[in-house]
């Protein structure tokens, strides 16, 4: 028998995503065009991340997203925000975050 990988198993069972995998489906990064300090987080379709933790919190600049179509948000747990923030929907490609730079907390896969 075969132990699963944090990945596989979240695909297999549901839940929260993970930070820091081997092979991250998006990469968060402090500075513009992906530089400075990253995160990796990894989720499989429904799954995602309520808090990115302090260490990021409020604290990205750009985004390499390589699977999937992940929605970001401004509070934890999936919340918007209050007055709610119009963060967009984004799938796979580079993006620099402009106005809504240094406002993510919470992030969620919605789509393969």
């Known amino acids: ?9 979240a695909t297999c069972s549901g839940g929260d995503g993970f930070l820091n995998g ?3 489906d998006v990469i968060l990064y402090k500075d513009p065009n992906l530089q400075g300090e990253s995160l990796g987080v990894n989720a499989a379709t429904g799954d995602g991340i309520p808090n990115i933790g302090n260490a990021f919190n409020d604290q990205t600049s750009s985004i390499l997203i390589k699977r999937g179509v992940w929605r970001f948000y401004q509070d934890v747990s999936y919340n918007q925000g209050n007055p709610p923030a119009n963060f967009v929907v984004l799938g796979p490609g580079n993006y620099n975050l402009g106005a809504n730079n240094d406002n993510i907390t ?3 896969r919605i789509a393969a």
């Not at 028998?1 to 198993?9: F, G, K, S, V």
């Open 1 to 9: 028998m075969q132990d699963l990988d944090n990945e596989t198993a």
């Open 106 to 108: 919470s992030l969620e």
């Open 22 to 24: 081997p092979d991250p």
